[in-house]
């Protein structure tokens, strides 16, 4: 009899597609009104204005239309991660990569936690001023040939880049996309709460970085010898690594000075990774073939992130998540305030699930969350806080969640494997999260 094996990622989406379809059938269609933020230029909801509507079927067919829609509709994603992914695919195959991690490896091999924290610092700034998730997918395998090198299980490297970039967010008192936009739509000035978030944050950070370089070291048999002498860095690799570490370092200047989109930064890396490919002696033909390889080994990656849109898709064309979002809501009127806002926390947990967009669950549920925390008298900064949280911690876990998926998939981490290793130190930072909201009511009152 064969082994049950967990499922691969395409079916766990493919699950979820047919979860949110089924609840179509179940939870009734609803709707609040919704009005547009002249600060903002928003679409946010009228507190007290849902109401019941007619049932929205949503037919077999139209379910399985979501997903090509869902895939089409991520496209800009896509084909980021498309020519991103191929332009690191190209920087690795010019041999620049290997030769530059191995040099660090010697720089640091006798100070190697100290190289994993600088690792987990940086990304959790990306995650705190730009949300990097999607970003990271394209790193894949420098994160491989990073892991193998420091002898680390491939599962802890990713905690402290994607997770950290993740933590970073949950906890920044500057991420534009969660605490910024929070408070902006909580009516609340953007420097209230900076204090409060930053200590959260120093202690979030470093309980994670702790945990991941803890539970990091590898269990798989190594037969070579740590003490290496790395090969020289000759002049056309380390003006591929100069590129390469530009291209990221661009990348956030244009996100954060210049407005940049998708297409900007997919355009940069196209330029990048052909560049590369030519320094490195590749050729005009063997710079093409290589990128176009690059393609195929991101392609599942691209097609995840769209999988995981189709599922708010399948939901959004049935009309219940302002159900779902007011039957979680609702419950918490006239409970003490501890239990009030813990009780907000774990329903922005769960909301998260079939609502996987940042920004798009901050404008659903703050003008929401609001009302409530003025009835209770607490502060409105525990709506804001609690969402924050909520949002990015979530996003290490749910599989809705196509950035995260995508990047295990791309490191060859099954979604099993990712969520047993990271379990216990998810849960230690949500106890941070659960014990900064108590703090915050005595804090912010």
């Not at 395409?10 to 609803?30: A, E």
């Not at 001023?129 to 394209?138: L, V």
């Not at 209230?192 to 590898?218: A, P």
């Not at 020289?232 to 210049?258: C, D, E, K, N, Y």
């Amino acid at each position: 009899m064969k082994k049950l094996s967990f499922p691969h990622p395409l079916i766990i989406l493919i699950g979820f597609v047919l979860l949110s379809w089924v609840l179509t059938f179940w939870i009734p269609s609803g709707s609040y009104d919704r009005i547009t933020d002249e600060t903002t230029g928003r679409d946010v909801v009228v507190q007290g204005s849902y109401e019941v509507a007619e049932k929205q079927s949503v037919s077999f067919q139209e379910m399985l239309i979501a997903i090509p829609e869902g895939i089409i509709l991520g496209s800009d994603i896509v084909v980021l991660i498309l020519l991103i992914g191929g332009a690191f695919y190209v920087v690795e195959k010019t041999g620049a990569l290997q030769a530059g991690v191995e040099a660090l490896i010697f720089r640091f091999q006798k100070r190697q936690n100290l190289l994993l924290i600088f690792l987990s610092l940086g990304f959790s700034f990306a995650g705190a001023t730009i949300s990097m998730q999607e970003e990271i997918i394209a790193m894949a395998p420098i994160l491989v040939i990073l892991a193998k090198n420091l002898r680390m299980d491939i599962r802890s490297i990713i905690g402290l880049t994607l997770g950290s970039s993740l933590a970073g967010a949950a906890f920044s008192p500057i991420n534009p996309f969660n605490s910024l936009l929070g408070q902006q739509l909580a009516e609340l000035d953007l420097s209230e709460g900076l204090v409060f978030r930053m200590i959260v944050y120093v202690i979030g950070i470093g309980l994670w970085t702790f945990l991941m370089i803890r539970n990091g070291k590898s269990k798989e048999p190594f037969t070579a010898s740590f003490e290496f002498k790395p090969s020289p860095i000759g002049w056309r690799h380390a003006v591929i690594l100069f590129l390469s570490l530009g291209g990221i370092i661009a990348m956030g200047w244009g996100i954060t000075q210049q407005d940049w989109g998708y297409n900007e930064m997919s355009s940069l890396f196209f330029v990048i990774g052909i560049s590369c490919g030519l320094i490195g002696k590749l050729g005009i033909n063997g710079t093409a073939k290589t990128y176009s390889e690059g393609f195929g080994e991101m392609i599942f990656a691209g097609v995840i992130v769209g999988l995981a849109r189709s599922v708010y898709l399948v939901l959004e064309k049935g009309q219940i998540i302002d159900t779902v979002i007011f039957s979680l809501f609702n419950p918490l009127e006239g409970l003490p305030d501890l239990i009030a806002v813990n009780g907000l926390f774990l329903a922005q947990c769960l909301i998260h699930i079939p609502v996987p967009s940042t920004s798009g669950q901050n404008v659903l549920t703050i003008p929401l969350a609001v009302p409530l925390m003025d009835l209770l008298g607490i502060s409105r900064q525990l709506a804001v806080l609690a969402t924050q949280f909520a949002v990015s911690m979530m996003d290490m876990i749910t599989p809705t969640n196509g950035g995260m998926m995508a990047v295990i998939a791309a490191a060859g981490v099954k979604f099993n494997d990712w969520i047993r290793f990271i379990f216990k130190s998810w849960l230690a930072v949500i106890a941070i999260c659960l014990i900064s909201l108590i703090i915050a009511l005595i804090w912010f009152s």
